[in-house]
């Protein structure tokens, strides 16, 4: 049995939000990576840098979802009749 | 902003004394269920370590495996008996797993959501529509799966609403305990019941040879026109790839609390889910085989409401109540995890908390897109009248626009070097993932196009 299951009766791992008092706390969220801490989450990514053919790319995209999108829609509301 | 990954050790540094900021609850809940990911790593125990991090990949590619999948593998089974589509359903989870992997990488590397990243990387636009389309194509398909699930029941004899009842409350148990482990452990224990059809598909009776030759001569093709072949490929790949398991995988992922540490055993998770996923699809089209083989065919689609009677008549009583309880699990399953990837991609694009660890008051938004799609989808089959069979076979066709789009991003963000740093696609992934978005896409443009076609009568 380690120290800690010694002390809190516990195996590791086992401990919930209630419990976790400022020891636990402390070991428990070494157990995370800094940004997986919700703090570290909320914060935006930047936009990424498109280069001239991912734009190029990212136009021919829209123009296929206008053009199948309206076909698809339609397909689907004939179908339905 | 997040440092960029370069700079991160394969061993990430864990945060000491003093060092943490502000900790949530979801905090010391993940927190707590890292903890066990890392004692058992640093014991070597392998198994216990699989066992620990193993769950969205076989949840995304089972939960694949829904109602309306299964229904079209036996049909076709049914209409072309053993032949080209066993192989092919094989390769296309083959394809499928290529897809996840990267849902999975992308997830594990940086801790956010696919609709997160595509907001916050390529503009509100592309991300919003990746999530509206995703919401109108998960609530079509919900729909599937309840009617799925009213077929199981209805073999016996139980009526349309103790459907909606036992789904509604499957969903609501499921959260009940605000916690990911709890969610994906109970989803995972319904996930084993999608081998119900490879046991039903060895009890059916089958022809081993028959089975053996399709998927060592990958034939025969089947015979009919140049549009049913192409609708027959196309649905069955939509039927493997869909927008939903992206969403769902890579946001699981980060529910889960993966890191790059874990990308061996996320590896293992997606090819184990792609594995078992690829056999008990063979299951349920061996299972129409042998209807086909006595000319008991002609069940098609989601008209195969009539497949647990018709097996009953050729194979027993036994195989058809094996293949009813499958479709329940079928539709029980997606139904967990179409809800999970709508109230993650609803939380994503709004930016709101989205994770099972938070309590309902944290998470009101991502909890209610939870519940509420399940309860539309359940209220929808209560209509009279409602036209449930067209609902049913035209969910496909819903995600053909946003599959290419999908696909794409998936791609551009498991390239982004920023992101990614070391982790990020190698040329080699490249070439396959390459060839599998082009090849997808294309099939699900095709089928859109064709659909489109079919309908307004331009082709026949």
Known sequence: MDDHTQQTGK???????????????DELVGYLERDQLEVEMDKTLPPARLGHWSRVGLWALRVFVLVVGAMVIYTFIAGLH | MTPPV???????????????????????????????????????????????????????MIGENDGPSMISYASSGAAYGYGFFLPFIVVTFGAAIVCQEMCMRVGAVTHRGYGELVIQRYGRVWGWFNAGDLVLTNLVTLVAEFVALRIGLAYFHLPAWVAVVFGLALVAFSQSGHRYWRWERIALGLAVFNGLFLLAAILAGPSWSATGRAFVTIGPFPGGSFNTI????????GATV????????????????????????????TILGGVLAALFGCGALVVGAVLFSHH???????????????????????????????????????????????????????GVHHSFNYSVRR?????????????????VILIPGVPLLSIALNANVLATVLLPVALVFLLMLANDRQLMGRWANKRKTNVAALVVVVVVAVSGAAYGIDSFLLATHLIH
């Not at chain 2, 192409?230 to 790949?237: D, E, G, H, N, P």
């Not at chain 2, 998470?363 to 209220?379: D, Q, R, T, V």
């Open chain 2, 296 to 350: 008991a065919g002609g069940v098609q689609g989601l008209a195969g409401a009539g497949f647990p009677g018709a097996l009953r008549n050729v194979s027993g009583a036994l195989v058809a109540t094996l293949f009813a309880l499958g479709l329940i699990e079928a539709g029980a399953l997606a139904l967990l995890t179409i809800s999970a990837s709508t109230g993650y991609a609803v939380g994503e694009a709004l």
């Open chain 1, 11 to 25: 195996p590791r791992g086992e401990a919930t939000f209630l419990d976790a008092q400022d020891d636990t706390r």
């Open chain 2, 363 to 379: 998470a009101a938004l991502f909890y209610a897109c939870n519940i509420g799609a399940a309860l539309i989808a359940g209220a």
């Open chain 2, 230 to 237: 192409l609708l027959l490929v196309a649905s069955t790949i």
């Open chain 2, 242 to 269: 869909t927008p939903w398991m992206i969403f769902f995988q890579q946001s699981a992922t980060v529910d889960k609390g993966m890191t790059p540490r874990d990308l061996k055993q996320g590896r293992a998770d």
């Open chain 2, 6 to 60: 370069e700079q991160k050790s394969p061993a990430p540094p864990r945060l000491s004394k003093g060092e943490w900021p502000e900790l949530s609850h979801e905090d010391l809940d993940r927190a707590a269920d890292r903890s066990r990911v890392f004692w058992a790593r640093e014991g070597g125990r392998r198994w216990q370590l699989l066992w620990l991090l193993v769950g969205p990949g076989v949840l995304a």
